[in-house]
């Protein structure tokens, strides 16, 4: 009975956690706090206001919840070389992180060339980047061309393929947008092959989802808000990044997207849901919603899948083109209460991983049942190959090494205890017949 107590003991103190603990610091050779969370996760930040900088990037390590995430995200690392330091990586395992980077898979990504035109260009006519871009503000019908680079974690990943307004982070609209007024009638399109922002970006899906817009940021000690507008997408979004790092220490903005469906899902992400980035000096969050399930099932059909990729593919069929619209408010909300409205976007209690699970693949196999269209696969520094089994963790083989320690332990005393009663029986036995 005791052993049995005690085998129940151990599964659930290091079989029933499913959280991971995470180098928590600043410097892609950092040694600082620990956090805990899903998974760990190594990243850039880069504090930029359109073209400006406010502040260094800096290479950020942290921790990785929420319902935004799937399940089952491979361990690996994105790198520009073989031989470079990782840009990014997620990981699933005690201080992955750290210098146990070096296990992981490296997976080397390409830039994408792109058109660039306006102030920023410094007259060249192409640029190279992560992504491309391809801004206008809608009231001065100014237009800029140019290439986004990752600046935070989580957000520009799941914004790959779309259109916002207004733009999600601070780095998305070039020159076009001055102040937090001036963002909301600014729409910010994205995208991740080779002069894919030739030309406007333009969604081909029912925009169905009436969304609050509104923006809110500080710089160098300035706090800028916006009125409280609406607009019409295929997703709501919230992101929210406060940051420690450089003089841009908040920006946050709810909106709406919709989505070309030229680009791939990261792997890594579902269509929607929320998911936080923490770390000592930054958090960022970021959430997606929308109650249109064929919204869901599109995005979802477009889940990044284990094919060869190609830079180029087949051509879609073009549907009827969708302009997105902006609805001004005629009263000026308070921007406290337009935060505050916006807070069902936030799912207060994750699924059980295993439920999770479950509702995924009941959606994978309803997708599948839908005829997906022919879908165009390009390289991109967001996507990543077929999930793989992580690599084993040296703290597993020392956690089974004590468990076997313990269960010895406890044989050898059991049979030590045995031998001494043998004994005392014996030598009870032998005092009475000698007695008698």
């Keep these: 009975m005791r052993l049995l107590s005690l085998i129940t003991l151990l599964t659930f103190l290091f079989g029933s956690s499913e959280s991971v603990k995470c180098m928590d610091c600043v410097g892609i050779d950092c040694m600082g706090s620990f956090c805990y969370g899903e998974y760990c996760v190594i990243s850039n930040y880069a504090p930029r206001w359109g073209t400006v900088e406010w502040g260094h990037p800096e290479v950020v390590k942290g921790c990785m919840n929420g319902t935004l995430l799937r399940s089952d995200i491979r361990d690996h690392c994105e790198v520009a070389d073989i031989d ?26 390409e830039l994408v060339t792109c058109r660039c035109s306006g102030s920023h260009c410094r007259g060249k006519s192409t640029c190279s980047g992560e992504m491309c871009s391809y801004v206008i503000n809608h009231r001065t019908k100014e237009i800029e061309q140019g290439c986004v680079n990752a600046t935070v974690p989580l957000v520009e990943r799941r914004s790959l393929g779309a259109c916002m307004i207004p733009p999600i982070t601070g780095a998305m609209h070039h020159t076009v947008a001055k102040d ?38 500080s710089v160098m000690g300035n706090a800028m808000a916006s009125r409280n507008t609406t607009c019409r997408g295929e997703f709501c979004f919230k992101a929210s990044i406060k940051s420690k790092l450089g003089t841009m220490t908040e920006y946050h903005t709810i909106g709406c997207a919709s989505f ?13 849901g929320c998911a936080q980035f923490n770390n000592d000096d930054l958090s960022v969050s970021a959430c997606f919603k929308t109650d249109d399930q064929g919204a869901i099932n599109r995005v979802r059909a477009q889940q990044r899948v284990p094919e060869p990729r190609q830079r180029k593919g087949k051509s879609r069929p073009k549907p009827k083109e969708t302009v997105m619209e902006v609805e001004y408010g005629d009263d000026d909300d308070n921007a406290e209460e337009v935060v505050d409205e916006d807070d069902d976007m936030d799912e207060p209690t994750q699924k059980p991983r295993k439920q999770q699970k479950v509702v995924e693949e009941a959606k994978e196999e309803r997708v599948k049942e839908e005829p997906k269209p022919e879908t165009t696969t390009a390289q991109s520094f967001i996507f990543q190959n077929p999930t793989q089994a992580p690599i084993p963790d040296d703290s597993n083989t020392t956690m089974v090494t004590v468990f076997i320690l313990i269960m010895l332990c406890i044989v050898v005393s059991g049979a030590v205890w045995k031998l001494e009663l043998h004994k005392k029986l014996f030598r009870a036995n032998y005092d009475s017949v000698a007695g008698g």
């Design 84 to 109: 470079d330091d990782p840009f990014t990586c997620f990981c699933n395992g005690h201080l992955c992180n750290g210098k146990n980077t070096r296990k992981l898979e490296k997976e080397v990504v």
């Design 180 to 217: 937090a007024e001036s963002l909301l009638s600014t729409e910010s399109c994205v995208c991740g092959t080779d002069f894919c922002n030739a030309e406007k970006p333009k969604p081909k899906v029912p925009e169905r989802q009436k969304c609050q817009a509104f923006v809110r940021a």
């Design 260 to 272: 070309t469906g030229d680009d791939e899902l990261p792997e890594e992400l579902n269509p929607t």
